[in-house]
């Protein structure tokens, strides 16, 4: 039986936050930020719009690319670091939405791996119990605007809001599976370079966390980016050499999209030509878990990725988590 990605779906909020509209709230400039990022915009979900429903928007595309209704989805993994709730979980939230009444759903916490990491959870379940996962919905999804500090321009300037879907089949077929390789890592000794520092059991909600500002993104920029640039081209590398493939053969890198100065840092590296790398970190900004599933979508969409692509996908995150995963389409 094969796995193969059957739909893609993806979706960011109509509010479009220009570096010209934040040069009027922090102290900051378009060409600091489009030189040392390569964000021009980002889009910003409305107050009373929760993650979930970035969600259900970027589903809603991915099932009709796959022709399937809610009710055959088997199970539904969510990668976000921005739940509608702490409980219950947003994948809870969406199943109702999508009346996708079978199947069972969970959240999973990586950041900016989010999406890989769930890819590889729903993978290996439909690859352990071929008859009980037929479709697996896996979503990044954030609403990062929630916990940003729009007063701190060494971060509000990263950041925006947004939603990718992937929707995997059991076609019950012999081609190849979606999955080709894959190498993800965590490193827990890093956590204190990004993270959000209250909020959870540790520093629960009160006076002083807000007043500190702790319920927003923290994070040493400069460090971040130097472990990130190493993580993604030995994963990378790690990815290929697995699959036995040569760089000459991927056909599109996609790239977690956290700032284009590291994505054109990791693609040399790995033997790509920047002409073979996804970038439209310049549209969104980084939306964390979304950023792969927004590039995914639209990279089809737009016939760069076509039957039998390799793609090779890229991330770093919160945790610290990174990893790398080939894609056979
Ligand atoms: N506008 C103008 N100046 C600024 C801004 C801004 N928005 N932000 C910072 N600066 C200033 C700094 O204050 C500093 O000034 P100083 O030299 O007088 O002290 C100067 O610009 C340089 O700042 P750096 O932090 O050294 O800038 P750097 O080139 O490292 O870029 C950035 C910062 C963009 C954050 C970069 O380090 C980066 O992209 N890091 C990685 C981010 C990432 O990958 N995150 C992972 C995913 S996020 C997640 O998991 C949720």
Redesign the pocket.
């Given at each position: 039986m094969s796995i193969r990605i059957a739909g893609t779906g993806s979706y960011v909020p109509d509010r479009i936050l220009t570096n010209a509209d934040?040069e009027k709230m922090?102290?900051?400039?378009d060409e600091?930020?489009r030189t040392?990022?390569g964000i021009e915009e980002r889009h910003i979900a409305a107050p009373d719009q929760p993650t979930s429903d970035l969600a259900y928007r970027a589903s809603l595309k991915a099932l009709e690319m796959a022709g399937i209704t809610g009710e055959q989805i088997d199970a539904i993994v969510v990668a976000t670091?921005t739940p509608d709730y702490v409980f219950p979980s947003t994948g809870c939230v969406l199943q109702d939405r999508l009346g996708a009444k079978g199947a069972f759903c969970f959240d999973l916490e990586a950041?900016?791996?989010g999406l890989l990491y769930s890819l590889e959870v729903a993978y290996s379940l439909m690859k352990t119990h071929p008859q009980r996962y037929k479709h697996v919905l896996v979503i990044g999804a954030e609403k990062?605007s929630c916990i940003t500090d729009w007063t701190n321009?060494?971060?509000?300037?990263?950041?925006g809001d947004g939603a990718g879907a992937v929707l995997l089949e059991n076609d019950g077929s012999d081609g190849p599976d979606c999955v080709v390789a894959s190498d993800l890592h965590t490193d827990g000794g890093y956590g204190e370079i990004?993270k959000m520092p209250a909020g959870g059991s540790l520093a629960p909600a009160s006076k002083e966390t807000v007043e500190a500002h702790e319920h927003f993104?923290h994070?040493e920029?400069?460090e971040?980016?130097k472990l990130?640039v190493n993580a993604m081209v030995n994963a990378g590398k790690t990815v290929l050499e697995e699959a036995g493939i040569t760089p000459e053969e991927v056909n599109l890198v996609v790239p977690?999209q956290?700032?284009s100065?590291?994505i054109y840092a990791v693609a040399p590296r790995l033997g790509v030509p920047d002409e073979r790398v996804f970038i439209n970190i310049n549209h969104y900004g980084?939306t964390?878990a979304a950023s792969i599933g927004l590039c995914l979508d639209e990279a089809v969409r737009s016939g760069r990725i076509k039957k039998g692509d390799n793609v090779l996908l890229t991330a770093?995150?919160?945790?610290l988590t990174w990893g790398a995963m080939l894609l056979k389409f």
């Amino acid at each position: 039986m094969s796995i193969r990605i059957a739909g893609t779906g993806s979706y960011v909020p109509d509010r479009i936050l220009t570096n010209a509209d934040l040069e009027k709230m922090v102290e900051t400039s378009d060409e600091w930020i489009r030189t040392r990022t390569g964000i021009e915009e980002r889009h910003i979900a409305a107050p009373d719009q929760p993650t979930s429903d970035l969600a259900y928007r970027a589903s809603l595309k991915a099932l009709e690319m796959a022709g399937i209704t809610g009710e055959q989805i088997d199970a539904i993994v969510v990668a976000t670091i921005t739940p509608d709730y702490v409980f219950p979980s947003t994948g809870c939230v969406l199943q109702d939405r999508l009346g996708a009444k079978g199947a069972f759903c969970f959240d999973l916490e990586a950041a900016c791996s989010g999406l890989l990491y769930s890819l590889e959870v729903a993978y290996s379940l439909m690859k352990t119990h071929p008859q009980r996962y037929k479709h697996v919905l896996v979503i990044g999804a954030e609403k990062l605007s929630c916990i940003t500090d729009w007063t701190n321009r060494n971060t509000c300037v990263l950041f925006g809001d947004g939603a990718g879907a992937v929707l995997l089949e059991n076609d019950g077929s012999d081609g190849p599976d979606c999955v080709v390789a894959s190498d993800l890592h965590t490193d827990g000794g890093y956590g204190e370079i990004l993270k959000m520092p209250a909020g959870g059991s540790l520093a629960p909600a009160s006076k002083e966390t807000v007043e500190a500002h702790e319920h927003f993104i923290h994070m040493e920029g400069k460090e971040v980016f130097k472990l990130a640039v190493n993580a993604m081209v030995n994963a990378g590398k790690t990815v290929l050499e697995e699959a036995g493939i040569t760089p000459e053969e991927v056909n599109l890198v996609v790239p977690h999209q956290a700032n284009s100065r590291i994505i054109y840092a990791v693609a040399p590296r790995l033997g790509v030509p920047d002409e073979r790398v996804f970038i439209n970190i310049n549209h969104y900004g980084n939306t964390s878990a979304a950023s792969i599933g927004l590039c995914l979508d639209e990279a089809v969409r737009s016939g760069r990725i076509k039957k039998g692509d390799n793609v090779l996908l890229t991330a770093f995150g919160g945790g610290l988590t990174w990893g790398a995963m080939l894609l056979k389409f």
